[in-house]
């Protein structure tokens, strides 16, 4: 996995590689591994899984035919205006 630093901005490029993560399911991944995973509890997991994205692919295979709505993302919350620093006239 790669990501590139433009303009010496670490913190974008640090951004990116977390969200590049979280497609990839890396976290999720390493999560998992920090404790012991029974062979049972696996098979369990992987079947709720599988049944989830069956679930999902329905869901979008009816929206595409017309016989549900589609459903509406909730409205991104709007961001607080940063409050500006007032600048005090300096006696000279």
Request: charged content about 40%.
């Given at each position: 996995?790669?990501?590139?630093?433009?303009?010496?901005?670490?913190?974008?490029?640090?951004?990116?590689?977390?969200?590049?993560?979280?497609?990839?399911?890396v976290?999720?991944?390493?999560?998992?591994?920090?404790?012991?995973?029974k062979?049972?509890?696996?098979?369990?997991?992987?079947?709720?899984?599988?049944?989830?994205?069956?679930?999902?692919?329905?869901?979008?295979?009816?929206?595409?035919?017309?016989?549900?709505?589609?459903?509406?993302?909730?409205?991104?919350?709007?961001?607080?205006?940063?409050?500006?620093?007032?600048?005090?006239?300096?006696?000279?």
């Open positions: 996995m790669q990501v590139l630093v433009r303009d010496n901005n670490v913190d974008q490029a640090l951004r990116a590689l977390k969200r590049k993560m979280q497609r990839e399911g976290l999720r991944e390493l999560k998992q591994r920090r404790h012991y995973e062979p049972s509890e696996k098979r369990c997991r992987e079947a709720q899984e599988a049944v989830r994205r069956a679930r999902k692919a329905a869901r979008k295979t009816a929206e595409r035919e017309g016989l549900i709505a589609p459903r509406k993302r909730p409205e991104p919350k709007a961001r607080r205006p940063v409050p500006s620093v007032p600048t005090s006239p300096v006696a000279a």
